[in-house]
């Protein structure tokens, strides 16, 4: 699994105040709500949903949202207990759309008057950066009942970050010209962004990710250096003038910057001016005043005390340490002592199983250290979610009892054949379509069985017997993809992996 870890932020402005967003894949990863969110009819929205953190959409902060029962969310209050629109009959940014202030997460028309889906919202981790998801699990469409859509949407404190995961979208094709959209849209229309491929048009989509971010010309760029690794000035025109900087003039007040007068002739600044704000102009049609904050620390310390030298944690190698954070949670690497998110401390991803090592640990040999990679193994499911106990605790998960955890052994994809052999056990047929088989000698005594999405997600824990140590789990409705078949018999795991298509 590859990650990208430069990051070009932006490639044009606006108006001084006005927010710029931009749309990357990332890590598809679903999260658990529990609260349920009530409704009484089709097409319409919730009663008013408190957020606990204040989130910021362009350049307005809010407090509550309203969640549509068609798969967005607006934070458009007034509307709360009311009509939530239906048609999507244009791509976004349109003035003249119907639904606007909302992230579109995926909207298309849904219809659970018969409560076979639920909607969920709920809050995870610590502030300041806390998490807000809101679920459509399972939720049917419109005219194609039969046919389910799961996404989520999460909201991110203090970076106000937005993640729409798409667990399984299929198309209705008889209702709405099969048409649904992913993204955002201001509130008077104007502004907006969707994913590419995503914007109204007729498409599926499963076990994918999508992370809208946004820069504003009010929110400072922090710079963050090794004052140990540069000899003289710590900043110059040098190393400022890059990536959206580079047609910057320089100023050492916000007046100065804004009036176009005294310009800074070629900076530079050695470490005992540090911390220093500067303000860069960009003449970019029309100009723009970035708020620049300068500092330097000392990189011989450790400073998030995770064994990863602190020159290494810049990652993008630009030279600025800040602007690093693989994991996207607000908190550059040099400062985050869990870099990849996985709940897997990172000075504990460093060390193999006999040991550490002269260089930093690649379990799955795919040119990405365990501790910026989210899928340690490479068995194609994250890291986070192979905490099957659901513990937080990602070490005491090994389901084929061979002293290696999970997140580490992709080997747990494959049913033990010493254990398989002792009680005759088969899995067919592979791939699936419509149900699954298994079967052992009589000496097999099932305890359960289940099978769990690649993201870790539990899709059919129903199973039945067919006779003589004969079982069938129903596959129908699951999406095309690969699954994890979890049986527990004998006081034993068995773990096989399966192929629907």
């Known amino acids: 699994m590859k990650k990208i870890y430069l990051i070009i932020l932006f490639i044009g402005f606006v108006a001084k105040s006005q927010s710029i967003y931009t749309v990357e894949s990332t890590a598809h990863q679903m999260y658990d709500a529990t609260t349920t969110v009530q409704y009484n009819n089709d097409d319409i929205y919730s009663a008013v949903i408190p ?8 350049d307005n902060d809010y407090q509550n949202i309203l969640v549509s029962s068609n798969g967005y969310i607006t934070f458009n209050t007034n509307a709360a207990g009311g009509f939530s629109e239906w048609v999507i009959n244009s ?30 919202v709920g809050t995870s981790g610590v502030a300041p950066f806390r998490k807000f998801v809101i679920v459509f699990k399972n939720v049917p469409q419109f005219s194609c009942t039969s046919i389910t859509s799961y996404t989520e949407i999460i909201l991110y404190e203090t970076t106000n970050l937005i993640d729409v995961q798409v667990q399984d979208k299929p198309i209705c094709t008889t209702w709405g010209n099969g048409n649904a959209l992913l993204g955002i849209l201001n ?47 710590l900043f110059s025109t040098g190393n400022l003038s890059v990536g959206i900087l580079s047609n910057a003039t320089y100023f050492s007040t916000l007046a100065d910057a804004e009036a176009n007068i005294n310009p800074l002739m070629n900076p530079s600044f050695l470490a005992a001016q540090l911390p220093l704000t500067i303000y860069a102009r960009i003449n970019n049609g029309t100009p723009t005043v970035l708020t620049l904050d300068l500092n330097a620390i000392d990189c011989q310390v450790d400073t998030d005390n995770d064994n990863v030298a602190t020159a290494d944690e810049d990652l993008n190698q630009d030279g600025n ?7 996207g949670d607000g908190i550059p690497n040099f400062l985050d002592d869990d870099d990849d998110g996985d709940l897997v401390l990172t000075d504990v991803e ?32 994250s890291s986070i979610n192979e905490d099957y106990n659901n513990n937080g605790d990602l070490s005491d998960d090994d389901l084929n009892n061979n002293g290696i955890a999970d997140y580490l ?3 747990v994809l494959g049913i033990s054949p010493t254990i398989a052999n002792i009680y005759d056990l088969t899995v067919y047929p592979n791939p699936v379509s419509d149900k699954v088989n298994f079967k052992a000698n009589a000496d097999f005594q099932l305890e359960n ?51 629907k298509n």
Do not use: M
Not at 51 to 56: A, G, M, N, Y
Not at 471 to 482: A, H, R, W, Y
């Open 51 to 58: 957020l606990p953190f204040t989130f910021k959409f362009y």
């Open 91 to 120: 791509p976004i940014p349109n003035p003249t759309f119907a639904t606007r202030n909302a992230v579109f997460g995926v909207f298309h028309d849904l219809y659970n008057s018969n409560a076979a889906g639920n909607y969920f």
């Open 187 to 233: 509130n008077d229309g104007t502004q907006g962004l969707a994913a590419p491929n995503r914007n109204t048009g007729v498409w599926s989509a499963s076990n994918e990710g999508w992370r809208f971010k946004t820069f504003s010309s009010l929110q400072p760029i922090n710079y963050t250096v090794c004052n140990s690794l540069i000899t003289g000035p």
């Open 321 to 327: 340490l800040a602007n690093d954070d693989t994991d």
């Open 350 to 381: 460093l060390i193999n199983l006999g040991g550490k090592t002269t260089s930093y640990l690649d379990t799955d040999a795919d040119g990405i250290p365990n501790y910026l990679d989210i899928d340690d193994d490479g068995d194609g499911i």
């Open 409 to 411: 052994d992709n080997a």
């Open 449 to 499: 069985a289940q099978l769990i999405s690649i993201n870790g997600k539990i899709v059919n824990s129903k199973f039945k017997s067919l006779g003589e140590n004969v079982f069938e789990i129903n596959t129908s409705e699951l999406s095309n993809g690969t699954y994890l078949l979890i049986i527990k018999a004998n006081n034993n795991f068995f773990t096989k992996k399966i192929v």
